[in-house]
Every structure is written in C-alpha cells, then in structure tokens.
C-alpha cells in the first residue's frame, strides 16, 4: 500500500477520534483523579511506554486508558521494527499502538529516529554517503507516515558517551557522518512534519554531570545557529545505582533557559513501598516546577512487563493495583483519589500489594519472596495467595502462616501484620520443584 493512502486513513481516523474523546472528557467529570486527568490540571501530559503484544489484555488496556494521556511505542517505532531492511517500510505494530491512542484520545510520543542500538545490521554497512541518504529517507519515511499524529519525535536518542569525557557516542552514524549527523537529521525531520516538536533524548543526563554538559552545550550550540531543536528528553532510570539526582529540577531549568522544552521521556525508579513513592514525588515536583517541563512518560504500565521487571519500577504492579508511588504522583499532580479507590491516600481504606521474586534457585527447589507493601493507608494485616504449579510442594515458610486448599497456600501474617502507609514487610518459602520449574502465581493482596 502506499504511503499516500495510509495517510489519508490514517487522517480521516484521527476526526473520528477526536469527537469520541470529547464524549469521554464530559462523562468524567465526577469521576476521581487519574494520572492523566490531574496532570493536565497542571497543564501537563502524562504518558506510558506501551507495547503493541500486551493491548489485547483487557486489564493491561483498561488501566492504559483510564490513566494516561499520552504514550510512546516501546520499541514499534524503532529502526528495526520499521525498516528492517532498506527501503521496505513496515508500520503494523505502530500502526496498532497510534490507532488505539488516537481511539482513546491521547497523544503520542515518536521515539525513536536516530539511535546506534536496535539498528539493523544493513545500516552499519552503507558507506557514509549512501548512510546519510538513508538516515534522511528513514526519517522522512517515519515521520511521513505519521505526520500531523505524533506531537514530539525523539529525533536523536543516546549519541553521548557515559563518563567523564563529554564525548559522542562512536556509531555507524558518528564514525561515518561526524558530530553533524545530529544537526542533518533535525533539519531533516523539521522539514518532514514542521506541526512536531524534535527533541534530543538521552539517560545520565538527569543531573548536571559532564554527560549533561555536553548535551547541555550541543542544544546551546544549535540553537545559536538556529538549528531546529525544541525539546531535550531525560530518560530517567532510575535505581540505587543511579539515584534521582538532587540537581535534577536545577538541570532540567538550565536546559529549559535555553529556550527549549523539556520532557521526562522513560521514567522508571526500582524500588517499592514508600521509598520508591518519595522518589517519584521528586520526579514529579521537580517537572512541575519548571515552567516549560511540558509532561513525563512513565516506561511502561506495569512492573510485570518493565524492561526491569525484577526491580518493580512502575507505578502498577503486576495485578495492575496502584502502588503508592501511583498514590505519591497522583497527589504530587495535585490529583486527588476516589474514595472508594483503594489504595488512595486518606481514602480510609486499607490495601495492599504483593509481589514476588525468585531469591534462590538449585536445581531440586528454589526460595521465592512475597513482598507485602501497604497501599496509602496503615494497615493491621494482610492476606496474600500463593498458587503452585500442580507437581511442585512447599517444604519451609518463614515470616508468615500458611493454610492449603489443594495447591493454594493462602498466608497470613505471623509476626508482621502491622505496617506504615507504604511500608513493607514479605514471607519467603522454599519449594520442591519435582520436576517443574514454573514460577507460582501470586493472588491480589487484601488488608484490614
Ligand atoms: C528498551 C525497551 O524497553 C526494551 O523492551 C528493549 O528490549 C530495549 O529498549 N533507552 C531507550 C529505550 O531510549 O528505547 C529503551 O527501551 C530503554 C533505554
């Protein structure tokens, strides 16, 4: 099919759409905050990483479309799922994830044009001319596809190096084109769909370190000789090793004095409980106070499909319950929850979540964890279920008091039954695997 013919579909889609979210906006008024909602009190988006595969799964799609305002394909847009090989365009998962964004009226985030990783191995091969004649035609070949439909594109993702230098990332695009290839391709993409806005994206550049420097004086640069950039993205991943920095309102508002917007572009923080809740507060508060700090994308829905799903860096768990860095950015947003929204700080109801780890592993058993974190009310117990696949047994439990139906334990607490709102505690158990190896399914947490 040819371009031309997608994108009057894709145009005459877009109308339909609009009209069916204005519907939704006027059945909502009475309803609590979401993410969305109390961040576009703010004057803000607020938006998700999302995966083509996983909107089929009715709660996955449920809380992607009551919660978020924008999204940004997780790995759709990239080169390798685009162009994989030279010429051939292919945009069926993208397609997917813009058609359902645009049926719930929400916006999307272009990422990625330019970036050494997910590059198919034919780009490294081109000489540098016929390099360069491709990086223009596979961002004209995106951007053409979607123009008018995607309000920022991350243009150029990722071309600095870590560490101390400041220096560019070596790639067939710096190696062969030089520090230019950055400046070619937002020329090019402003020329493509002049309604987007072009950002610069990129991960430990969160804090004023020699990394952000280097971005900070390339924007600085480009925007003295009026290269056309609008809009820096921090990726903002964040875990113990890579806290959220202290600096990071200071750097965003620096970046921000140079006449660009900034985005909080794939934030994610490991962590639970109310740690985790008071570092996404940060992050918030931080967005919020700078002026052109236009929205934050969280990297995806829910820990159980993170891209570092063994750190639990999201704001939903697994069962897609709101864990209290969800509760910690609502009210940061200023947002306020329903009172009957368990979960919601103050709403006097006690919840909790549960999620597990596998701690140990041999090859006749393994340990597993349960992690129990009380939601944004204290809580004086808690009950937390534990399917096992049919082969396996239990033979130690410890921190809890298990009772069997069949394969599934149900525990209680033993000693640890009272938490703080946010607050965690956990039971570990060992397990004979005769011959299975499957992970037990873990039940909704339930607290009084
Ligand atoms: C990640 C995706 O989340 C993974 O599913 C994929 O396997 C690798 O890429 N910086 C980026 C994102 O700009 O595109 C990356 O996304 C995470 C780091």
Not at 394 to 418: D, E, F, I, Q
């Amino acid at each position: 099919m040819s371009m031309t013919v997608r994108r009057l579909t894709r145009a005459a889609t877009a109308g339909l759409v609009a009209a069916a979210a204005l519907t939704a906006a006027a059945h909502s008024a009475e309803a609590a905050d979401t993410l969305g909602s109390a961040a576009a009190g703010q004057g803000r988006y607020f938006g998700t990483a999302v995966a083509a595969n996983h909107l089929g799964e009715a709660d996955y799609a449920a809380t992607l479309d009551r919660e978020f305002s924008s999204v940004t394909p997780e790995n759709e847009m990239k080169w390798d799922a685009t162009e994989p090989s030279r010429g051939t365009f292919s945009f069926g998962s993208a397609d997917r994830i813009v058609d359902h964004a645009q049926s719930q009226g929400m916006d999307v985030r272009g990422h990625t044009l330019v970036w050494h990783s997910q590059l198919p191995s034919w780009v490294g091969s081109l000489g540098a001319s016929d390099l360069r004649t491709a990086m223009n035609d596979h961002i004209n070949g995106l951007m053409g596809h979607y123009k008018g439909e995607i309000h920022s594109w991350d243009v150029v993702n990722e071309a600095f190096q870590d560490g101390g230098s400041g220096a560019r990332r070596s790639s067939p695009f710096q190696d062969k084109l030089g520090n230019g290839f950055i400046e070619e391709a937002f020329r090019t993409a402003r020329a493509a769909d002049p309604a987007a806005k072009l950002c610069y994206n990129d991960y430990n550049t969160d804090g004023v370190n020699a990394k952000s420097n280097a971005v900070y004086d390339m924007v600085k640069d480009f925007k003295s000789r009026g290269v056309p950039i609008d809009c820096v993205g921090f990726q903002s991943h964040f875990n113990s090793n890579s806290p959220v920095p202290s600096d990071y309102r200071q750097n965003l508002q620096r970046f921000a004095d140079l006449g660009v917007d900034v985005q909080i572009t794939e934030l994610d923080i490991e962590g639970s409980g109310s740690a985790q809740a008071a570092d996404y507060t940060k992050v918030v508060e931080a967005c919020l106070a700078v002026s052109r700090c236009t929205g934050m994308t969280v990297w995806g829905v829910t820990d159980k499909y993170s891209w570092r799903s063994s750190g639990t860096p999201l704001l939903f768990d697994g069962n897609y319950s709101e864990k209290p860095a969800y509760d910690a950015v609502l009210s940061a947003l200023g947002g306020s929850g329903d009172p009957g929204d368990p979960g919601d700080p103050g709403d006097g109801t006690p919840s909790c979540t549960a999620t597990y780890t596998r701690t140990a592993d041999w090859s006749s058993g393994y340990n597993g964890q349960v992690t129990i974190t009380a939601g944004g009310e204290p809580i004086s117990s808690w009950t937390a279920t534990v399917t096992l696949p049919a082969q396996q047994s239990v033979s130690a439990l410890w921190n809890g008091t298990p009772a069997w139906s069949g394969n599934v334990m149900t525990v209680r607490p033993s000693w640890n039954g009272t938490l703080a709102a946010g607050a965690s505690t956990g039971f570990g158990f060992t397990v004979a695997k005769n011959g299975s190896d499957a992970a037990p399914a873990i039940g909704i947490c339930t607290a009084s």
